[in-house]
């Protein structure tokens, strides 16, 4: 009769069956390994950046009390050949408007004014407006700059100069475009010397705080001659996009020329000037950031809209509109796209990012690391991109300030391509008044229409107009800057952070694998699982299979 240790009856009492421990001592073994080499990579320096010393002013009428200029809308360039070299210039609002030229020759610690001649035959006074510049291939130094004519700020000519020693002499200015010519932006090719871009915005009439006609377009035209003679006026901006403001214009190589604008769309409020040069809620509907990109040197332009969903934030003069900012690395292939927009209720700064030349443009991404729908004010960026890829974003900044009144600056890099934005850093030691500059009467102050930033591998250099030596009735706008250092982090953390999560979670499924009992196979030659035959030799299983059947 057979056993319950025997149910078949085969005279033979089963073991049980073993474990092998390898596959759990394996597993252990991998996750304290895991975890060593995770601490270790978290043990390795991290890459950090911070602002170093305090604000400095760049012109020396910053610490002149008699001086109630209202300096804004910087522009910086380095020379390609020389990086020590940089030049910036700005425009001047009060107490006349004018524009300012500052060099530097030690890599922005020190700086130097400079004066732009003035073009004969213009009217008097003399006064050179809206200047931007770019340093060519060959290190030559070019600002672009309007005259105005009568009382108001209305172009009469746009002109450009040239520099072979960084900006400290400047050539003969040379007419470049005639009357009513806006936003006037210069690019020069990073490999053909004398080759320079022009990109504006062409207005065939204007009145008191509008364009009171539609249609007028974005334009751009090429030199091959740094600025000595121009080839046609090339149409940016298609036909259909009616109200077009505020171009910028960069240039990468192959040819490559990209001019980013805004399309107000059905925004009369600030086109046609409807709010009468008075603060108060913005435009309600939408407006549209477009991009007009050139692979034939200028030639010819096809658009490739970055996002037609940007939610206006506050009014402007439709002659000085914000600028949204536009920066490629050195290849030209990958391109980014800055600006700030109220989809979620206050003003945030959003980043787009386009690889393949600015064809198409990916997804949006918020770039200031405050909390969502915080109430404060993150506006006007300015895009940097260092050799080695990094992208730095240098924006006002009003999280301190619960009246959402008072500006910072901030500074935010990304070291994977934009995808992600590290932590803040603070430019700015003292917080100064948003509501300080040309316009404040009329509740609408001017801060200008861009900030400044230049970057390498280990430094970034930053400038604003700061507000904190001037007063509601005196709106003083100095020029600050700022530098931030970059200290590179070890090359193995991040390998070594992730490799360790890899082998950890590796060994965790391996440790389990090897605590799970086997489970038996009936097709194995196991020589507990086969009966032996009165005989004393082994029955082979088929025979064992009909035996048990039986």
Not at 12 to 34: C, I, Y
Not at 222 to 229: I, L
Request: charged share 25%.
């Amino acid at each position: 009769m057979p056993s319950s240790d025997d149910p078949a009856g085969t005279g033979t009492a089963p073991r049980p069956r073993g474990r092998s421990r390898l596959p759990a001592a394996l597993g252990a073994a991998l996750v304290l390994l895991g975890v060593g080499a995770w601490l270790v990579g978290a043990a390795a320096p991290r890459a950090r950046e911070r602002a170093v010393g305090g604000n400095l002013p760049v012109a020396t009428g910053a610490t002149d009390e008699q001086d109630m200029s209202a300096n804004n809308s910087p522009s910086i360039a380095r020379s390609p050949v020389d990086a020590r070299r940089l030049a910036v210039v700005n425009r001047v609002d009060l107490p006349l408007f004018s524009c300012a030229v500052n060099v530097s020759a030690d890599g922005g610690g020190t700086w130097t004014p400079s004066t732009i001649p003035f073009p004969e035959g213009e009217e008097l006074p003399a006064r050179c407006f809206a200047p931007d510049l770019a340093f060519g291939a060959d290190g030559t130094l070019y600002v672009s700059f309007v005259t105005l004519i009568g009382e108001g700020n209305t172009p009469n000519a746009a002109w450009t100069v040239s520099s072979g020693d960084g900006g400290r002499t400047f050539s003969t200015p040379r007419k470049a475009l005639g009357p009513l010519a806006f936003q006037v932006r210069i690019a020069a090719d990073p490999t053909v010397a004398g080759r320079i871009h022009l990109s504006w915005l062409q207005a065939a009439e204007v009145a008191l705080f509008q364009f009171p006609t539609t249609g007028n377009p974005v334009l751009s035209m090429r030199s091959d001659d740094g600025g000595t003679t121009w080839g046609p006026h090339v149409r940016v901006s298609p036909a259909e996009r009616a109200r077009v403001v505020a171009p910028s214009i960069v240039t990468g190589p192959d040819g490559l020329v990209l001019v980013l604008y805004l399309d107000l769309l059905d925004d009369r409020l600030d086109y046609a000037g409807a709010h009468a040069g008075r603060g108060g809620d913005p435009y309600p509907g939408r407006w549209s950031l477009v991009v007009g990109r050139s692979t034939d040197g200028g030639a010819t332009f096809r658009s490739a809209e970055v996002d037609r969903d940007i939610v206006p934030w506050e009014r402007f003069i439709v002659f000085f509109p914000p600028t949204p900012s536009i920066a490629t690395d050195p290849s030209g292939r990958r391109v980014y796209v800055a600006f700030h927009d109220a989809r979620l209720g206050d003003a945030d700064v959003w980043l787009w990012a386009s690889d393949d030349g600015g064809r198409t443009f990916g997804a949006r991404r918020r770039v200031n690391d405050t909390a969502r729908k915080d109430g404060t004010a993150q506006y006007l960026p300015r895009i940097a991109v260092a050799p080695d890829g990094r992208v730095d974003v240098v924006y006002y900044d009003r999280r301190a300030d619960r009246k959402d009144l008072m500006n910072e600056v901030s500074l935010q890099s990304s070291g994977d391509l934009g995808r992600s934005f590290g932590p803040r850093v603070r430019l700015s030691d003292r917080s100064f008044s948003s509501r300080i500059g040309f316009g404040a009467f009329r509740e609408m102050p001017d801060l200008g229409s861009r900030l400044a930033v230049t970057s390498t591998d280990r430094r970034a250099l930053a400038l604003w107009a700061d507000t904190r030596a001037g007063t509601a009735s005196l709106p003083k706008q100095v020029l600050a800057r700022q530098v931030v250092a970059f200290a590179p982090g070890s090359a193995w953390r991040t390998p070594l952070r992730v490799g360790g999560g890899v082998l950890v979670l590796a060994g965790l499924v391996a440790f389990v694998a090897g605590l799970r009992p086997r489970r038996p196979d009936p097709t194995e030659d196991d020589e507990d699982d086969v009966p032996v035959e009165a005989t004393g030799r082994r029955a082979p299983l088929e025979a064992n299979a009909v035996a048990d059947e039986g």
